[in-house]
């Protein structure tokens, strides 16, 4: 969709659908609605939708980093933690790596 | 007339082409040469891994031969073009050595090559010293054998084991006994590695890769854990146990129970406390550390042989109805599978019955527990054979009396019978049930090492000084005397000296259940030892399988059977054998036509005359898989069981093919990315001159009108 031939109103309401979207553990519809309405809320000279834009589009970008911040402690904790961890670690995996512990 | 022209150039093109097909398949075999071998593979116990493995992909090494000790410097000290994959002949691959290159070749060393050759050998055993140290009989309040000295190798077990077999090796190992391979390695090497060591970075190395990849690792706790772990991506199996099958047969046909039970082991089975065996056992299996070879001709055969010459000779020295003994007491004998692994089978079997479930609710027989046995004598290593010790753990009665009748009865067959009480005892199955009772009446026939070979690649007929002497017309289980004997083998070959041994422990036995000697005259036949020699170390297509065999079943192969206990999925040949032996050896022949030949315990087999005769057997299998898989929740790190597994493997291959140097590879991948770029820019050059080069195109982006709407 190509939001420069959509009305003003419309992209604050789906910059609002995006972000409300994204709380039901979605942070990547954050990271999409930080990228789509960037230009439009900090590039594009101002009109009346555009404060409510920016906050949304702030608020998306704080959500994605927490969220990025939060996995990347996981992955880096699994990877390098799963070995020492035994069963557990086998309960918790699907894919079993196969030949070392 | 251009039709034709074509239609030619176009016959030509076509010709060429498939000339050049041909040519173009035979490339990737003139790149690699495949290189047949016999692989090291892994297997685990409930705490360690042992073994070998590559990587997943293949581990790739360049050929270096060593011939001396010093060899291996280069290899050791940062060697110019690292990973190298060493061809060690046996005399240098020793505990030492391979340590070495375990500990200090981690960069360096990719792969090892065992190149087979004998020549310089004198001892290459990669056993403990003290073979199964964990089991057994402990000290108590510790996990040290008490049986065996592990400080002190001279008095150990074995006292030449380097203990290779349970250490574990980040590379793989491959033996290659076929000369001609070693000779395409050799060559090979020689031709492109062998000079201007200090230019190996900069040109193409002989190499080859292993691709020998375990899937299982750490342990058999973790294996097994991951093998039965469900989940939706589908199942792997990291490992398998090693399992099998014990035989067993009695002298006399046990009574038919009825009332048994089908499936429960419980106090409703009742055993008949006045029925009496003497339990006489050995073992059928051996081990090595290389795929598919592993002979066993010293370290078990002997003892197998032995068994079953004592249980031919016996059937024909002991009246054929029991009624006739002075003590009523039936003959049990049981080969044991997986002994080499920490006693699969005889923890097994002491496990079922203390369970009530020898034999199995199935076979309609009471179940046998350890009061109805009177004595055990277990055949351990027969190295040499001119004295034997008769081991027992305690000062009894009953093995004073038993050396004694053996050493009487061994006047003729220059064998001297030593008893030996004590903690001494060698590592054979009695320690599985002395384990449990330290009073059993158990005693063990084994002489003083003398195999530098246990447990190992070359323990074969060679070691046994075995010649096949193939004597065609005679009835190979009749009994004869030494007279006769002797003129069919002479004094000192290993068929006399096992007959003699067999002999004397069947006189022995005559003597205490009958009282006298054997009605009968004659002594055990080297003749089925000499078959038994053959067949099991040299070929299975051999007369003897034939005759025990069903009519009309297929021929042996022409090698001999696997004795390794392996996993459930492999053929299991050497049970299978020991299976149909014991039927032949034991059985009475009964005069009853093919058709009503059947069910068991009739058999109808080929038989030595060649028509067929019926049998009617007393043998049976039992299962040789350790309590340790069939106990829910079984602590792995007790050490109660044996809890030996193999990793599973999805292929075993090696080739050898040029690598090329490090240098040509950068230079290959450089010439490659600055072609990458140089098109790149032409790209843009060329597309941005675009109206200019091509005469009469307009801009692609006027070809299209503007979107109307989304």
């Not at chain 1, 659908?17 to 590039?43: E, Q, S």
């Not at chain 2, 410097?73 to 020793?94: C, D, K, Q, S, V």
């Not at chain 2, 084991?161 to 590379?171: A, C, I, Q, R, T």
């Not at chain 2, 190979?476 to 096992?498: D, G, H, R």
Request: some cysteine; proline content about 5%; glycine content about 4%.
């Amino acid at each position: 969709m190509d939001i420069s031939k959509v009305s003003n109103e419309q992209k604050l309401k789906l910059c609002r659908t995006y972000f409300l979207a994204g709380w039901a553990f979605l942070p990547f519809v954050w990271t999409i609605n930080v990228f789509w309405f960037f230009n439009d809320a900090f590039r594009v000279p101002p009109f009346p939708e555009q404060a409510k834009i920016k906050r949304f589009v702030i608020l998306s970008l704080i959500g994605a980093v927490i969220w990025a911040a939060i996995l990347s402690t996981w992955v880096i904790i699994f990877q390098t933690k799963r070995a020492e961890w035994g069963a557990m670690a086998d309960y918790m995996s699907f894919i079993i790596p196969i030949g070392k512990a | 007339m251009y039709l034709g022209l074509i239609s030619l150039l176009i016959l030509l093109a076509i010709s060429l082409n498939i000339a050049i097909a041909v040519e173009s398949r035979r490339v990737h075999d003139k790149i690699y040469t495949s290189i047949s071998g016999a692989s090291c593979f892994r297997r685990l116990n409930g705490t360690h891994q042992t073994g070998c493995s590559s990587s997943q992909y293949g581990s790739t090494g360049a050929l270096h031969l060593i011939q001396v000790v010093e060899d291996f410097e280069f290899l050791l000290r940062n060697p110019p073009a690292p990973p190298y994959a060493p061809m060690i002949p046996p005399h240098l691959f020793t505990r030492e050595n391979i340590m070495r290159l375990k500990e200090q070749g981690t960069s360096s060393i990719s792969a090892v090559l065992l190149i087979g050759g004998k020549e310089k050998v004198t001892q290459f055993s990669h056993e403990l010293t003290c073979p199964n140290r964990y089991s057994g009989l402990l000290l108590s309040e510790s996990n040290e054998t008490a049986t065996c000295d592990t400080r002190n190798p001279e008095n150990a077990w074995n006292p030449w084991g380097s203990g290779l077999l349970h250490e574990d090796f980040p590379f793989p190992i491959l033996y290659i006994s076929d000369e001609d391979e070693v000779n395409k390695l050799k060559s090979c090497f020689e031709k492109f590695n062998n000079y201007d060591y200090e230019g190996h970075n900069t040109r193409s190395l002989c190499s080859v890769e292993l691709q020998q990849f375990m899937v299982g690792a750490v342990s058999s706790e973790v294996c097994i854990r991951r093998t039965n772990f469900l989940n939706n991506l589908g199942s792997t199996k990291y490992c398998d146990p090693l399992e099998g099958s014990n035989v067993y047969a009695t002298l006399y046909p046990r009574n038919i129970q009825p009332n048994a039970v089908n499936g429960q082991a419980n106090e409703t089975n009742i055993t008949d406390e006045k029925e009496k065996f003497i339990l006489i056992t050995c073992r059928m299996d051996t081990a090595s550390m290389f795929d598919n070879i592993a002979l066993g001709a010293m370290d078990s055969l002997t003892g197998y042989v032995t068994l079953m010459s004592i249980a031919s000779t016996l059937k024909q020295y002991l009246p054929s109805n029991s009624s006739n003994l002075t003590k009523k007491t039936n003959i049990l004998f049981v080969i044991f599978n997986g002994e080499s692994y920490d006693y699969i089978g005889s923890q097994r079997f002491v496990f079922d019955m203390e369970n009530f479930d020898f034999p199995s609710a199935s076979t309609q027989r009471a179940p046998i527990t350890f009061e109805n046995i009177e004595l055990m004598i277990d055949i351990g290593v027969l190295d040499e054979i001119s004295t034997i010790n008769v081991h027992t753990l305690n000062k009894t009665d009953k093995a004073e009396e038993f050396v004694r009748v053996l050493n009487s009865q061994s006047q003729n067959f220059n064998i001297n019978y030593q008893l030996n009480v004590g903690n001494n005892i060698p590592p054979t199955s009695a320690q599985s049930f002395l384990r449990k009772m330290k009073t059993f009446p158990a005693i063990i026939l084994n002489s003083k090492p003398q195999n530098k070979y246990y447990h190992s690649i070359y323990d074969n007929a060679a070691n046994l000084n075995f010649t096949y002497y193939n004597h065609t017309e005679q009835n190979y289980t009749k009994l004869i005397s030494t007279e006769e004997a002797l003129q069919l083998f002479p004094a000192e070959s290993v068929q006399m000296k096992i007959r003699n041994a067999s002999t004397s422990v069947a006189l022995a036995l005559t003597q205490i259940l009958f009282n006298q000697g054997p009605k009968v005259k004659g002594y055990a036949s080297p003749l089925l030892i000499d078959e038994l020699l053959h067949c099991f170390l040299e070929a299975a297509d051999c007369r003897l399988f034939k005759d025990i065999s069903p009519v009309n079943s297929l021929p042996g192969p022409p090698f001999p059977p696997m004795r390794y206990i392996s996993v459930l999925m492999s053929p299991q040949d050497a049970s299978g054998w020991t299976y149909r032996l014991m039927g032949f050896l034991l059985s009475d022949e009964v005069d009853t036509p093919e058709e009503k030949c059947a069910p068991l315990p009739l058999q109808w087999i080929a038989g030595p005359k060649g028509v067929g005769e019926c049998r009617h057997t007393t043998n049976n299998y039992t299962y040789a898989l350790s309590p340790a898989f069939l106990i829910d929740n079984y602590d792995w790190k007790s050490g109660e069981y044996s809890t030996w597994t193999e990793s599973t493997w999805t292929k075993l291959s090696a080739r050898m093919f040029l690598r090329p140097s490090r240098v040509h590879e950068i230079v290959t991948l450089s010439i490659g990315i600055v072609v990458l770029i140089i098109s790149f820019c032409l790209m843009y050059i060329i597309s941005s001159r675009s109206e200019v080069l091509f005469e009469g195109a307009t801009s692609s982006s006027d070809a299209l009108s503007a979107p109307t709407a989304c």
